[in-house]
């Protein structure tokens, strides 16, 4: 079992900054990646970047690139998403999950633990 908190939302005004946490505790060696998905009201639940544990490669979707970051600190079992230019349709709840079965999870499908999420509000 893996446990995931999230926590680092709130609210920003648009352009602002704001840098989720996730840290995972339990069995996180056998996990392979982790990901950053968000829900908007309304919306379905939608990918935004992984990182791999081992190698620390990411991934991002297009929405984000250039804008989004995620990181990890090993030691610490702990994920971030540092999230730049932030935008009105940013606004979502955040969640992390862990992917034990894929190295590159870029569907729900692909992860095995989530998060409880965190809001994160833009405001113009």
């Known amino acids: 079992q893996v446990q995931l908190v999230e926590s680092g939302g709130g609210l920003v005004q648009a352009g602002g900054s704001l840098r989720l946490s996730c840290a995972a505790s339990?069995?996180?060696?056998?996990?392979?990646?982790m990901g950053w998905f968000r829900q908007a009201p309304g919306k379905e639940r939608e990918f935004v970047g992984f990182?791999?544990?081992?190698?620390?490669?990411?991934y991002y979707a297009d929405s984000v690139k250039g804008r989004f970051t995620i990181s990890r600190d090993n030691a610490k079992n702990t994920v971030y998403l540092q999230m730049n230019s932030l935008k009105l349709e940013d606004t979502a709840v955040y969640y992390c999950?862990?992917?034990?079965?894929?190295?590159?999870?870029?569907?729900?499908?692909?992860?095995?633990?989530w998060g409880q999420g965190t809001q994160v509000t833009v405001s113009s």
């Open positions: 999950a862990a992917s034990n079965v894929s190295y590159s999870p870029r569907n729900e499908v692909d992860y095995d633990y």
């Open positions: 339990g069995r996180t060696f056998s996990s392979y990646a």
């Open positions: 990182i791999r544990w081992r190698g620390g490669s990411t």
